[in-house]
């Protein structure tokens, strides 16, 4: 077994081979960049190598210094992990120069599926089933929508090197197709340095299934079953499942059978995945194979009880497959929720900036937290949002939903936008309790996913509560805290005062008064019996009415946050120079949406526009932003140029509406 390698990732990927390799007793080197020194796979390693600055091209991209760092640590090994060079058959082969163990497939393996049209011409040579499509050479523009058009609608139009939604466009139109091309070609280009695209029919209502693959250099291949990832947003993963539910078992048998053709065909070795789109009656396609460790893995490990990570170092270091296809079995059912810092509720922009709290779920052998981020750490426009990957267990699929949905309740972040909330919601809603999976999901159930959560009148009068409670905490003299102290009723206070707070751009003010036994709050013309006492610094017990609840909150220089039932309400504090902001004062001024870098500007000065054309787009972190006209109407400037980044806010576009005529 090796006996130092060299991580070439970060994030929660790199911690996780750190992990393993631990197990093992097999030293470890991180590389980072600027925005990535205090990161904590830098922490966990056992010696860290500066790599260059946070922009992923400057840093963790850089082969020849990954290499170097690899050369000068002595390691005999690099895990790419996923993303990054993962898939790069350059650094691939540039480890093999260097006589570098790469923890990967063979060179001529990524080159045989790094690109889609290549490896779908192999898996059709193979009997592997393919979705109609194009997946020729020929990238004229015209020559590509001749071949959309005798498809025929709706399309998918995919970068041939891309992945992960990636230079990704669905066309329901002829007259669409052109500027889609343009756009997914653009995206193609500045993400996988090509923009060759194939064209495929695309499957109504279809299911996203991969197969867990696995090869080893004596000639073995396995599968450790699939997983369902049908439950995306612009078309990346949001919830995934193992093994796939409600799922013909014949079907089954024939998709990791072809899985296993897949990797067989290119004489794979190490962990693969065979992605395939699937029809509701089970009929599958090979989409593509991803020559890497995917980030949904840990749903496998769940329901096999393997590490994947230690069957890839053990395989490339030339061991057999740990186990045969017979030695394999499923045990329950287990989901990932991916946690990232995004808002959905406006088209799951990302979110920067620190995170003020952060609480895991207590974690055990049915609940797991795979994560690189701490308390304090900052979600940067460098890399991915993610926060963590939440992967729980259960003996059955609505076992595991049940520890899913007390798992996110469990799962506090505070100070930036996340999709925690939203997660849990799509845990509640019916299409997917009740497994009626396709990638149309998020948008089938969206009035029920994006309709705003009302508040109840006692979770606001509880969170007053707890704001009056803290603020007594902080002013107390004592060094003895409050919620070491009895409960507040037994000290006597007799009082009235009112708490003022926001909440969702109002003004809400609760009056407290002291009663025999607590409090007296009032609020909207209704009483309410109160009192209770701070646990900890986020945490209060509060007895309200009658009953008796465990409340988890957070306090920042902005206002107080409540966690409820996987819900967050955010509540801000009233301040004598609050106002509200003139919503007309922005009128004709665009602003970014997000930090970003602007990919294209089609307006200038003077520039007559129509509703809806696109003046310019931004690009940050896996995704493109389309910056468009309000309304008709004239171009007074724009401020910023291909290349430029732009802050959250920025004024893009000067716009002045047309003026309507009076008759």
């Known amino acids: 077994m090796f006996e130092k390698i060299l991580i070439a990732n970060r994030g929660e990927i790199a911690c996780r081979v750190i992990r393993t390799a ?157 500027q889609s091309l343009a756009s997914c070609k653009r995206e193609a280009k500045s993400s996988f340095g090509n923009d060759d695209v194939l064209i495929e029919r695309y499957v109504i209502q279809p299911r996203h299934i991969e197969v867990q693959v696995f090869g080893d250099t004596h000639g073995n291949y396995v599968h450790l079953f699939e997983r369902d990832c049908s439950v995306q947003r612009r078309h990346q993963k949001v919830l995934e499942e193992a093994p796939a539910p409600q799922m013909p078992a014949e079907k089954l048998d024939a998709m990791r059978q072809a899985a296993i053709d897949a990797a067989r065909a290119v004489d794979y070795v190490g962990a693969g995945t065979v992605e395939f789109i699937v029809e509701q009656d089970g009929t599958a396609y090979f989409m593509e194979m991803n020559t890497r460790l995917q980030v949904e893995h840990p749903v496998t490990e769940m329901i096999t009880g393997e590490d994947l990570v230690e069957w890839q170092l053990r395989i490339a270091d030339g061991e057999p497959l740990p186990k045969l296809q017979h030695q394999l079995q499923i045990h329950g059912h287990a989901l990932e929720a991916r946690i990232y810092a995004e808002e959905p509720e406006k088209g799951f922009l990302p979110a920067i900036g620190k995170i003020d709290y952060l609480h895991y779920p207590t974690q055990n052998q049915s609940v797991r937290v795979d994560s690189g981020i701490v308390e304090g750490d900052e979600i940067t426009t460098y890399y991915d949002p993610m926060i963590a990957k939440l992967i729980v267990w259960g003996k059955n699929r609505e076992a595991a939903l049940i520890q899913m949905q007390h798992a996110l309740s469990q799962f506090h972040v505070d100070g930036l936008g996340n999709n925690i909330a939203f997660l849990e919601k799509i845990v509640r809603c019916d299409s997917f309790k009740q497994a009626k999976l396709d990638t149309n999901l998020i948008q089938r159930e969206q009035d029920f996913l994006f309709r705003p959560e009302q508040i109840k009148p006692e979770s606001v009068v509880a969170t007053a509560f707890i704001e009056f409670l803290s603020k007594l ?29 926001s909440y969702l751009d109002q003004t809400i003010q609760i ?12 609020y909207n013309g209704e009483s309410y019996q109160i009192s209770g006492q701070l646990l900890d610094a986020h945490s209060a017990v509060i007895h309200l009415n009658g009953t008796q609840q465990k409340l988890s909150f957070n306090r920042s220089q902005q206002g107080i946050t409540l966690f409820h039932t996987g819900q967050s309400h955010k509540f801000g504090y009233i301040r004598q120079d609050y106002h509200q902001d003139d919503s007309q004062a922005d009128q004709g001024h665009l602003k970014a949406p997000m930090p970003g870098v602007v990919t294209q500007v089609l307006v200038g000065a003077n520039h007559n526009v129509k509703k809806d054309d696109i003046l310019m787009t931004l690009e940050a972190m896996k995704m493109e932003y389309t910056i468009r006209a309000p309304q008709d109407g004239v171009i007074v400037d724009a401020y910023f140029q291909v290349g430029d980044q732009v802050k959250a806010g920025d004024e893009l576009v000067e716009f002045q509406p047309l003026q309507e005529e009076v008759a």
Request: proline share 4%.
């Open 22 to 178: 631990k197990k093992l007793g097999i030293a470890t080197v991180a590389v980072y960049s600027d925005a990535d020194a205090n990161a904590q796979h830098v922490k966990l390693a056992d010696e860290a190598i500066y790599i260059g600055q946070s922009p992923a091209t400057q840093s963790y991209l850089q082969v020849d210094r990954i290499i170097q760092a690899a050369i000068d640590t002595g390691s005999q090994a690099i895990h790419p992990g996923y993303g990054f060079l993962s898939e790069n058959d350059q650094f691939a082969l540039a480890c093999q120069q260097h006589n570098i163990c790469f923890i990967g497939p063979p060179v001529d393996a990524i080159l045989a599926m790094g690109l889609k049209a290549t490896s779908k011409a192999l898996m059709e040579k193979a009997g592997v089933p393919l979705t109609p499509g194009y997946h020729g050479t020929n990238q004229e523009a015209e020559f590509l929508k001749q071949q959309a058009d005798a498809i025929g609608y709706p399309v998918l139009i995919k970068a041939s090197a891309g992945g992960g939604g990636k230079g990704m466009s669905l066309v329901e139109r002829s007259e669409d197709f052109l």
């Open 473 to 501: 905490n902080h002013n107390r003299s004592s060094q003895k805290q409050l919620w070491q102290a009895q409960p507040l009723w037994r000290l006597n206070i007799a009082f009235k005062q009112t708490i003022k707070l």
């Open 511 to 522: 009056k407290l008064s002291s009663a025999e036994h607590g409090f007296n709050a009032e």
